[in-house]
């Protein structure tokens, strides 16, 4: 996938998606977030979206567990999104040190440890800099789950699709 300085950009409130909000825990669908996300005639798209299943809910947002292949995909996602937000920072004359430190503070570094992903948070503040993200006794992974705010799609309103949904 080709990132490109034009990357649509969700510049204003979009009506909202035509969602199923009776998904229920254990239950399969296709998951985003706003990061994502950019108006498109009249409504909003996602530029990918993920295959899961809800686990639950936290503050109203989607905690979801996936296949190792899939958050395999939000991993590289993420790394597609620094290299295009990196390219638009030192494009408004962003400059060492202080564009890796806006880069890192607005698109958290992630990477692959074994079976672990790593989430750098450092440049966040938080007590634990290192995020360490393992897979459960099933091989299931709960990516940025109680922390990223992440919400149901419908897999139409998607450009890209990892994964499928369990039946």
């Known amino acids: 996938m080709e990132l490109t300085l034009e990357a649509p950009r969700l510049t204003e409130a979009a009506p909202p998606l035509d969602l199923d909000r009776a ?28 295959a899961g299943t809800l686990i639950g809910r936290w ?61 750098d948070r450092r440049a966040l503040g938080e007590d634990e800099p290192y995020l360490r993200i393992a897979p459960n006794e099933r091989g299931r992974y709960v990516v940025m789950g109680s922390i990223w705010c992440w919400e149901e799609v419908p897999v139409d309103a998607a450009d890209t699709v990892h994964g499928a949904v369990e039946l």
């Open 59 to 119: 503050s109203g947002w989607a905690v979801w567990g996936c296949t190792r292949d899939v958050a395999a995909a939000v991993v590289t996602d993420q790394e597609h999104a620094r290299r295009h937000w990196r390219a638009v920072y030192a494009t408004s004359g962003l400059t060492e040190p202080r564009l890796s430190r806006a880069l890192d503070a607005d698109v958290c570094p992630m990477w692959w440890d074994g079976d672990v992903i790593v989430v």
């Open 23 to 50: 998904l229920q825990p254990g239950e399969s669908g296709y998951f985003a977030g706003e990061w994502l996300e950019y108006p498109y005639d009249g409504g909003r798209r996602f530029e990918s979206a993920y």
